[in-house]
């Protein structure tokens, strides 16, 4: 079983819709999440931390369940600029160990 | 903030080569490096570990003599594909993550990348 798994995808939306993105992990001892953007051909870029209480930037909102080892992207009015890859990403345990990446999943946002 | 320069940015050379990827922190030390491989539509495959001045940590099925990690110094780290192969063409990305933690989150800054091409 891979280490973080992610929707499939590839997700096309219109300009101004609301898209989620779920993930599971399987390791029980990862303490650290984050939701990383990748543009083509691009090194990965965070996009946010997130957190078991859950936390918002803007138009884009994370959820952490540990319990059930889920983490989840909400984006809102969707824009053209975000058509990326969204990868989800744990660390291996401790904070400082090396960072853990789904598959990611595509999102194509059209006018 | 914290910048990691990855040079080159892309590289092609012919099959049975040998290719060094450098990453030099520029702003800060980086107590470790982790090297990941991405292959098309893929996620990023951590290969290895590395801490300065020690040997470097190879996950399961990465084969260390092919590629061959150096941390000699707090700035600069090299991987270098040896007898590269086609099945090595792949994009390469380093890691840094410095001492204090003081990059973001919590210090992981990363190079942009090569992308290596084995022809």
């Known amino acids: 079983r891979k280490e973080v798994e992610q929707d499939p995808g590839p997700f096309n939306v219109p300009e101004g819709a609301t898209v989620a993105f779920n993930c599971t992990y399987s390791?029980?001892?990862?303490?650290?999440f984050f939701w990383y953007r990748q543009d083509c051909r691009k090194e990965p870029k965070l996009l946010m931390s997130?957190?078991?209480s859950g936390n918002e930037d803007g138009r884009f909102t994370a959820q952490l369940n540990r319990a059930s080892q889920y983490i989840s992207l909400l984006i809102r009015d969707s824009k053209l600029s975000d058509s990326a890859t969204y990868l989800c990403v744990t660390s291996r345990n401790q904070a400082g160990t090396a960072l853990i990446f789904g598959k990611g999943t595509t999102l194509s946002v059209s006018s | 903030g914290a910048v990691v320069s990855q040079h080159p940015s892309r590289v092609i050379c012919k099959s049975g080569t040998s290719v060094k990827i450098e990453c030099r922190s520029l702003d800060f030390q980086a107590t470790t490096m982790f090297w990941y491989r991405q292959f098309p539509k893929k996620s990023l495959m951590l290969m290895a570990t590395?801490?300065?001045?020690?040997?470097?940590?190879?996950e399961q099925g990465v084969e260390k003599d092919k590629f061959l990690i150096n941390h000699a110094s707090l700035t600069l780290s090299t991987l270098t594909v040896t007898s590269a192969h086609p099945e090595d063409s792949s994009f390469y990305i380093c890691?840094?993550?410095?001492?204090?933690?003081?990059?973001?989150?919590?210090?992981?800054?990363f190079g942009s990348g090569t992308r290596l091409t084995v022809v």
């Open positions: 590395s801490n300065e001045g020690s040997k470097a940590t190879y």
């Open positions: 997130v957190y078991s």
């Open positions: 390791n029980s001892a990862s303490q650290s």
């Open positions: 890691s840094a993550r410095d001492g204090a933690g003081t990059g973001y989150p919590y210090g992981y800054t």
